[in-house]
């Protein structure tokens, strides 16, 4: 037996990366505020599977697709065989490794897939925006959650291959995937390091990676301008801007249903003890920009969601009331709505950068734990 080099460097690094990434896009799913970077994850992880493509066909000898291609007979045996205790010990991939490692990649494609068009039907952005009505986004946010399941299992049941594997042949097969090296007998041949090739994949990641989270650079006022998330440019009316902002944002007319704002406008004399004072042309004004603009317009993901959160035969008058309103701030506590600069949970501006565009990405969106520094 010699040691040779089994692994080459660029199929550990895609290993790893892919790993690390798996991982982090399972951690980044539960908040809407991680969302820019779990769909970073995402493109990332569908670039990786580019790249193993490839290299299946011109890469190391044992990274090569023509190196593993048992039947999916041979794995099951195979499977049979190391739960008896008595499986062949492979220098490459072993024959239900091999079939993990096929359905994987299938899965990674079908995750970013579904990723790419839940984002595009969910909250109409990225590559698929505008594809879907944003009703299906649910129902796609469901195989996507299905698939990244599926792929979970896939992992676990790789990861208990691994230590099964590790443990019957007491070699560590994760250190060979991190060293490169196993043990073989000598008509085994090594394979090629390919380091520049590894290097140029590390480096085009990197770059990937600034060029994605620079956005914050290049847009500091508005936070959400990353490619994922260009959302649709609302119509503001200067009038409507110039007749309610003096007290407070001027709320967009997409976080309200039309009647909402029909009976604000039809009491603005008592409008939360305040008198508005607006005449009768004003008032018409403001309400034929309402009725173009209203949440039934489904202009954004967060009028579409309030609209269908509220029952037909209730008109609520503040935002805040609403059933979609409530449920995406209730977990946020009393500590942090007491802060000097928040105080109101209408004052939407102090946690969404993009409150006045009435986006509310979720890229733009963070609670302020320390004072606002004045611009
Ligand atoms: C003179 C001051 C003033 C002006 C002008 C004003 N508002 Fe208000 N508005 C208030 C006050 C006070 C509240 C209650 C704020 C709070 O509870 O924090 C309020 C609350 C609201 C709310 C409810 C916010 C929530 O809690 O969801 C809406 C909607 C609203 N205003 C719409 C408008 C519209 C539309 C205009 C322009 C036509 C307007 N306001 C102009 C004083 C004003
Ligand atoms: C104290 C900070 C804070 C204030 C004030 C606040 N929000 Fe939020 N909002 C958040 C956070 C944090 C979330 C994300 C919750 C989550 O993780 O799902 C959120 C979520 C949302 C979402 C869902 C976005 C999405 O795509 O899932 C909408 C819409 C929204 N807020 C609208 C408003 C409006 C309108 C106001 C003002 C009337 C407001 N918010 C005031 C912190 C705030």
Known sequence: MKRILVWDVPTRVFHWTLAVAFALAWLTSESDVWLSHHVFIGYLMLALLGFRMVWGFVGG?????????????????????VLAGRAAR?????????Q????????????????????????????????????????????????????????????????????QHKE???????????????EYLPSKPYRTVAAVLVLVLLAFGVWWFSYALRAPQHKASALAFVGPQLAINPRWRDECSSCHLSFHPSLLPRRSWQALI????????????????????????????????????????IDASIAADVTPLRITQTPYWIKKHREITTVDWDLPWI???AH????????????????????????????
């Open 90 to 98: 492979h220098i490459g991939h072993n024959p239900a490794g091999s």
């Open 343 to 345: 105080k109101s949970k």
């Open 100 to 167: 993990a490692i096929y359905l994987l990649l299938l899965l990674l494609l079908v995750v970013g897939a579904t990723g790419i068009v839940t984002l595009g039907g969910d909250e109409q952005h990225g590559l698929a925006s505008g594809w879907f009505a944003m009703a299906s986004g649910r129902v796609l946010k469901k195989l996507h959650e299905a698939a990244a399941t599926f792929m979970l299992l896939v992992v676990a049941g790789h990861v208990t291959g691994v230590l099964l594997e590790s443990l």
């Open 61 to 81: 000898a044992y990274a090569r697709f023509g190196s593993f291609r048992f039947s999916p007979k041979t794995g099951l045996n195979y499977l049979r065989e």
């Open 266 to 305: 039809g009491q603005q004399a008592d409008h939360f003890g305040a008198d508005l004072g607006l005449d009768a042309a004003t008032s018409a004004s403001l309400l034929s920009y309402v009725a173009e603009n209203a949440a039934e317009k489904h202009a954004t993901e967060a009028a579409f969601k």
């Open 172 to 186: 560590n097969l994760a250190r060979s995937m991190l060293t490169g090296f196993k043990l073989a007998p000598p």
């Open 348 to 375: 939407c501006e102090a946690c969404h950068h993009d409150a006045q565009a009435a986006n509310f990405e979720d890229a733009a969106m963070e609670i302020p734990r320390t004072a606002p520094i004045a611009r």
